[in-house]
């Protein structure tokens, strides 16, 4: 049985090796390697250069390796939607496209046309977001398309190079709105409207499959431990799930980072009228849970304005900063299209808000509360949807990644929202990556006594509603969404 566990967690903007082990049933994590990530625009596209991240990936290992650990278990989550195209040879066509990039704007209008999207949400309970895979195929190479042999999800296809053996992770698979709610498989009616057929992914497996061995090549090429790789929950999003700690008889979580989600863990999907005009997503979660929630725009907008600023800030100092204004000077639409990926961040919220006839932002602080205070009014909103959508009351929220961290953030959404809030762990996304492991290797019996363990194992943060402070501000903020959409 293995007793060393490695996370490979790479997100938009960075990745990172976490090694962790058992001890006295208290999990132990440690970051062993980190690295930069982010697409680049080339060949006509966004791109992520996923040579690098393999790269990457061995480097960490050797590093593993280095200190003394000569067998470990390892893990694969990355981001969704985006995928690699392979060829018969096993070799990938082009670097994967990012899911940022503006070749989908449009689709869905185009690929709707005559395909409701009453009948694809039907069929898949997936939101509608412009860079579903569904829309990313739409708008893809037909030359390219009829060349390929595999198309791989993203932590796929590494685990594809590091082994050999080529799988679709059904946590991640769920994302392309592609995948038939009921029957468990990859509709025909809407791969055949994208040109694709079900022979071109590799096998559904549900997360806690063993992949397989590294490469004995790779292992005496660049001096690795003796690494079996198994397929955890390989959607980022999943294993932040899995390694959120469900405090409340009612909870729900938000996984805050590049992206926010914001949802409940669910036995059975929803996918009725309320859940399809408020555009909340059914994504399939670990062990036959469905992850039920909402895509929210999230840090990946502080982030922006950090490098608009030329970095002279760290998010810590932000912060700080923003603590000194006071909150709600302006109301924003967050998931407004316009920060998706715009050239100056700081440039479009200022815009925003003279369109808007607003307070303009103007010094680091302000712009920082700006976004802290309006993702906080964006979290209570949609918690107050989640109720009405499943007819019963959250009672609390857990906050783990690195939304966890910012305090002002988490005690201005208590307070807008009613709720207890429970922010950490950080890291809950490595986290569940190797809860999935362990469960997988016998270590851990479960996913309730894994909760437990992750809950005694790291430092959580309680956040009660400050009764009375900052009245009918989420009424007029709803009022303001429902006046300003789109």
């Known amino acids: ?103 989908t704007q449009g689709s869905i209008e185009k690929l709707t046309s005559d395909l409701s999207k009453e009948y694809i949400y039907k069929k898949t309970g997936i939101q509608f977001l412009d860079f579903n895979t569904l829309y ?80 004995q090549k790779l292992i005496k090429k660049y001096n690795l431990p003796k690494t079996e790789v198994i397929t955890v929950t390989t959607h980022d999003t999943a294993s932040a799930v899995v390694g959120t700690p469900g405090i409340g008889q009612r909870w729900a979580y938000l996984s805050s980072g590049t992206w926010s989600l914001i949802g409940t863990e669910l036995n059975t999907p929803e996918n009725g009228t309320k859940a399809f005009k408020q555009n909340y997503t059914n994504e399939w979660g670990a062990y036959g849970t469905y992850r ?23 998010f810590a100092q932000l912060a700080e900063l923003a603590k000194k204004e006071p909150p709600f000077q302006q109301l924003i639409d967050v998931n407004d299209e316009r920060f998706q990926n ?74 807008i929202s009613g709720v207890n809030v429970y922010a950490g762990p950080s890291e809950a996304t490595a986290i569940g990556n190797i809860i999935v492991q362990m469960i997988t290797k016998g270590d851990i019996l479960n996913i309730y006594l894994a909760r437990r363990i992750i809950t005694n194992s790291f430092e959580i943060k309680e956040f009660k509603p400050e009764n009375g402070k900052y009245p009918q501000v989420l009424q007029k903020y709803q009022s303001f969404l429902k006046d300003h959409k789109g």
Request: charged share 25%; with cysteine; net charge negative.
């Open 1 to 103: 049985m293995a007793d060393v566990y490695v996370a490979v967690d790479i997100g938009a903007s960075s990745g990172r090796l976490m090694l962790s082990k058992l001890v006295d049933n208290r999990l132990v994590i440690e970051e062993v390697h980190r690295f930069k990530n982010g697409f680049v625009h080339y060949q006509g596209h966004d791109r992520w250069n996923i040579d690098k991240l393999i790269e990457e990936i061995l480097i960490g290992l050797n590093k593993i390796k280095e200190a003394g650990y000569h067998s470990v278990s390892l893990g694969i989550d990355t981001w969704a939607v985006d995928y690699v195209l392979v060829d018969g040879k096993g070799k990938k066509l082009q670097d994967p496209i990012a899911y940022r990039d503006t070749r």
């Open 136 to 215: 990313q195929l739409f708008e893809e190479d037909r030359d390219l398309l009829a060349k390929t042999d595999k198309i791989m999800m993203i932590p796929d296809y590494i685990g594809y190079v590091l082994t050999g053996n080529s799988v679709t992770e059904v946590t991640n698979a769920s994302t392309t709105q592609m995948l038939s709610l009921r029957e468990g498989l990859f509709d025909n009616h809407l791969l055949e409207k994208v040109n694709v057929k079900q022979s071109q992914f590799p096998k559904l497996v549900e997360a806690g499959t063993v992949l397989g061995d590294l490469k």
């Open 292 to 314: 039920f929630l909402k895509n929210i725009m999230g840090l990946w907008i502080i982030q922006n304005i950090k490098h608009n600023l030329d970095d002279k800030y760290s």
């Open 342 to 415: 715009p050239d100056n961040m700081i440039v479009q919220i200022q815009a925003y808000c003279r369109e808007t006839q607003q307070k303009v932002p103007e010094t680091p602080g302000q712009l920082a509360m700006a976004v802290y205070s309006n993702l906080s009014l964006y979290y209570a909103n949609e918690l107050a949807i989640l109720d009405d959508i499943l007819e019963y009351h959250i009672d609390s929220l857990n906050i783990v990644g690195g939304g966890a961290n910012v305090a002002l953030m988490n005690q201005l959404t208590a307070t």
